[in-house]
């Protein structure tokens, strides 16, 4: 009955995080009261344990000691300091929801359903994303008084669809998450004609969606799943179209070939494409390594407590008199609000992880036998965390909900035995 209710928490999350919420809350909380005992004997619980007591000291540290700095007034006389406060809100629940999810996600059965249930809850996603594109349907619309809202708003071309997010780059974020899975459950289907031709519509609209997003992110997203899904060999024939489509871009936007033969370049590929890399718009990219400059300089003046939560657009403002929101790296935000040390240990944590739980599913694993599911769960949060690194879709609630699943998925498959899997019981065409 409690796995139950995470499982309602889960297929709910994409269109209805409100209501998403309440049965995760609830799941969480029962699931910690009966396995208090093990969660606290857990190493890796107890990193982020530790990290829940270290972040609100610190935030007090912060209230109380932070003195006035000659080079950056502005963040001394317009800072609300209890923002830091309000920051922990992104990181206490989620270590939470880490620790106490982990029952639901502990066996390879458990993990396979998680990864249906995400697909089959994100049908609405697809939907928005499709009307909104297709159709010119726009919002926002409410349910429930407000507490399912569907944003929707207009398509800018250069921008792409965000179906229910409010942002494009958070569904590109999204659509990243369950590509791995959709494309596992159609490899997994051999003997069903119709659980495959099911899970080739859903395969289809999802890669269909993610590239409308337009989210660039996203795309080096979507070309990363393949080899990590299918094998190292896989590349084979993966580089050649990355190379040829790369050149064509080039040639779109370069200054190097003929006009003529520019405009017949342009002709071949689809407009919105050649133009999301035209160099009007690549000075962004060039900017934002300005960003993670300042960001470091910031943190380097302050690298034990850090300046505080949301403190860095008025830090930013004060040293180029530009409004940035956040670094657009989340390693960097955090180190800027509460740390170094805080960062490498919580970081630290998070890459070794990722670095075991690789070990486990593509080298001490038995070759003759291979588990698509996690293959497409590792892919799922490595790609996922890489994005967090030049945006930060992590402040959407859904996608840190998800963002901190995954990672206690990838803890649990650290500890559990080494099995043979029921599932993908020959090996990929690829990794012969």
């Not at 007591?53 to 963040?75: C, G, H, S």
């Not at 989210?215 to 190292?232: K, Y």
């Not at 190097?256 to 962004?284: C, H, M």
């Not at 769960?377 to 859904?398: C, E, H, K, N, T």
Request: charged share 10%; aromatic share 18%; glycine share 4%.
């Amino acid at each position: 009955m409690i796995k139950k209710l995470f499982w309602i928490g889960i297929f709910l999350l994409a269109s209805a995080p409100g209501l998403a919420s309440i049965f995760l809350i609830i799941s969480g909380l029962l699931s910690s009261k009966k396995n208090f005992q093990k969660f606290v004997q857990d190493k890796w619980n107890l990193v982020f344990i530790f990290s829940s007591i270290l972040m609100p000291l610190f935030a007090l540290l912060q209230k109380n000691f932070i003195e006035p700095d000659a080079t950056i007034v502005p963040l001394i006389n317009n800072w609300e300091k209890s923002l830091t406060w309000v920051g922990l809100s992104n990181w206490l629940p989620l270590f939470f929801c880490f620790i106490a999810f982990q029952e639901y996600v502990s066996t390879e059965k458990d993990r396979n359903i998680f990864c249906k249930l995400l697909i089959a809850g994100s049908f609405p996603l697809i939907i928005s994303g499709f009307s909104q594109f297709f159709f010119q349907l726009y919002g926002p619309f409410e349910f429930l008084n407000g507490l399912i809202i569907w944003f929707q708003k207009p398509v800018n071309p250069m921008e792409g669809i965000s179906a229910v997010f409010s942002n494009q780059n958070y569904a590109g974020a999204w659509y990243c998450i369950i590509f791995p899975f959709s494309l596992a459950s159609f490899l997994d289907n051999k003997n069903s004609n119709l659980n495959k031709n099911i899970c080739l519509t859903f395969l289809i609209f999802i890669t269909i969606s993610l590239v409308l997003t337009s989210s660039r992110s996203a795309w080096i997203g979507l070309i990363t799943f393949i080899p990590l899904l299918m094998g190292i060999s896989s590349l084979i024939w993966i580089l050649p179209a990355i190379f040829l489509v790369s050149s064509l871009i080039l040639l779109a936007n370069g200054n190097f070939v003929s006009p003529d033969f520019q405009l017949l370049i342009r002709g071949v590929l689809p407009k919105w494409l050649w133009l999301k890399f035209a160099s009007e718009n690549y000075t962004y990219g060039l900017s934002r390594i300005e960003i993670w400059q300042a960001a470091i300089l910031f943190i380097l003046q302050r690298p034990i407590l850090g300046w505080g939560a949301a403190s860095f657009p008025l830090l930013y403002y004060s040293l180029n008199k530009d409004i940035i929101f956040h670094s657009h790296n989340l390693l960097l935000e955090f180190a800027l609000s509460y740390g170094i040390p805080l960062a490498v240990l919580i970081f630290g944590t998070i890459f070794l992880i990722c670095i075991l739980s690789f070990l486990k599913i593509y080298v001490n694993h038995n070759p003759r036998k291979i588990n698509l599911y996690d293959r497409a769960w590792f892919s799922a949060f490595v790609v996922l965390l890489l994005s967090q690194f030049v945006d930060i879709q992590y402040y959407d609630g859904r996608i840190s909900f998800i963002f901190w699943i995954l990672l206690a998925g990838l803890k649990e498959l650290i500890n559990s035995p080494k099995t043979i899997s029921n599932y993908s019981s020959e090996p990929l065409p690829t990794d012969q």
